[in-house]
């Protein structure tokens, strides 16, 4: 080895630098990942005793010189382990901003409050979005959501503990860049991911409720089915009357008793006039009153 020999050839020639063979063959390129500094080396010499260090960069064939890191660094962003074809990107979640580093130990741990991806060669300008955190080694900028109940509105944030308890009157759903006012018909507690419905009976047509203590009462001869109503439903139905609070237009306790009539959206019962009367209930009109 180390010599080429190409057809009709008796006297076989040494190869360049920068070139091996193997015995009997013509003179290749030195392979990436090693080097060829003098004219006779064989394919047993170039990778046994002429494998590019830690740290340099060999990905070029035909390298005729002992490289080194200064004459062939690893680029930033990369190591180079002893050999290696090509560079290797640091994985993401790290960074390198130095050249000729030639193991993966020297891809430093991204920060919390950054993201690294591939090969990258500094973490400035890679922070964490809205609404998010970025423990150390995060590899997005979306790495971690905030939580439901809570909300992050800079960039930056690394951990849970980062993002701000949502405030009462407001609901935070997971992400969220700012607390979103609660919506009429609904009430938000502090710390909650979505609105709750003002229970059956009640009502609001405010934003920003903060407890449903603060959803209305539904109003005397009205009724307020379901839950997140904005106003009451309707008129309670002739026959029946309907208190403050009340959830259907027919309540079992509101049914007109006797001696009384309830006309539609009554509040109570309305009693016969004096020397009148009757004995049935549920009825409606004041001519039912004998």
């Given at each position: 080895?180390?010599?080429?020999?190409?057809?009709?050839?008796?006297?076989?020639?040494?190869?360049?630098?920068?070139?091996?063979?193997?015995?009997g063959r013509a003179c290749e390129l030195c392979l990436p990942g090693h080097f060829c500094d003098n004219v006779t080396t064989s394919e047993t010499d170039m990778r046994t005793f002429k494998t590019c260090d830690p740290g340099v960069n060999c990905e070029t064939p035909g390298i005729a010189v002992v490289p080194t890191t200064d004459t062939h660094p690893c680029p930033t962003g990369f190591y180079c382990p002893r050999g290696i074809a090509a560079?290797?990107?640091?994985?993401?979640?790290?960074?390198?901003?130095?050249?000729?580093?030639?193991?993966?130990?020297?891809?430093?741990?991204?920060?919390?409050?950054?993201?690294?991806?591939?090969?990258?060669?500094?973490?400035?300008?890679?922070?964490?979005?809205?609404?998010?955190?970025?423990?150390?080694?995060?590899?997005?900028?979306?790495?971690?959501?905030?939580?439901?109940?809570?909300?992050?509105?800079?960039?930056?944030?690394?951990?849970?503990?980062?993002?701000?308890?949502?405030?009462?009157?407001?609901?935070?759903?997971?992400?969220?860049?700012?607390?979103?006012?609660?919506?009429?018909?609904?009430?938000?507690?502090?710390?909650?991911?979505?609105?709750?419905?003002?229970?059956?009976?009640?009502?609001?047509?405010?934003?920003?409720?903060?407890?449903?203590?603060?959803?209305?009462?539904?109003?005397?001869?009205?009724?307020?089915?379901?839950?997140?109503?904005?106003?009451?439903?309707?008129?309670?139905?002739?026959?029946?009357?309907?208190?403050?609070?009340?959830?259907?237009?027919?309540?079992?306790?509101?049914?007109?008793?006797?001696?009384?009539?309830?006309?539609?959206?009554?509040?109570?019962?309305?009693?016969?006039?004096?020397?009148?009367?009757?004995?049935?209930?549920?009825?409606?009109?004041?001519?039912?009153?004998?």
């Amino acid at each position: 080895g180390g010599y080429g020999c190409t057809g009709g050839t008796v006297n076989p020639a040494p190869c360049t630098l920068g070139s091996f063979s193997v015995a009997g063959r013509a003179c290749e390129l030195c392979l990436p990942g090693h080097f060829c500094d003098n004219v006779t080396t064989s394919e047993t010499d170039m990778r046994t005793f002429k494998t590019c260090d830690p740290g340099v960069n060999c990905e070029t064939p035909g390298i005729a010189v002992v490289p080194t890191t200064d004459t062939h660094p690893c680029p930033t962003g990369f190591y180079c382990p002893r050999g290696i074809a090509a560079p290797v990107a640091c994985p993401q979640g790290t960074y390198n901003n130095l050249t000729g580093m030639g193991y993966l130990s020297n891809c430093t741990v991204c920060p919390g409050g950054y993201y690294c991806p591939y090969n990258t060669t500094t973490y400035v300008g890679h922070e964490c979005a809205l609404g998010h955190y970025c423990p150390p080694g995060s590899r997005s900028s979306t790495e971690v959501a905030c939580a439901a109940g809570s909300f992050r509105n800079t960039t930056l944030a690394a951990y849970q503990s980062d993002c701000h308890p949502c405030p009462a009157g407001s609901y935070c759903p997971s992400p969220a860049p700012a607390p979103i006012t609660c919506p009429r018909g609904f009430y938000c507690n502090a710390t909650v991911g979505e609105p709750t419905g003002c229970p059956a009976g009640s009502y609001t047509n405010a934003t920003g409720v903060w407890s449903v203590a603060a959803c209305a009462r539904c109003d005397g001869g009205k009724y307020c089915n379901g839950v997140g109503r904005t106003a009451p439903t309707g008129d309670c139905y002739p026959g029946y009357y309907c208190p403050v609070g009340t959830s259907t237009a027919t309540p079992a306790a509101g049914i007109c008793p006797k001696g009384h009539y309830c006309p539609a959206a009554s509040a109570a019962p309305t009693p016969c006039a004096a020397g009148t009367y009757n004995n049935v209930s549920q009825l409606s009109s004041v001519v039912e009153c004998l």
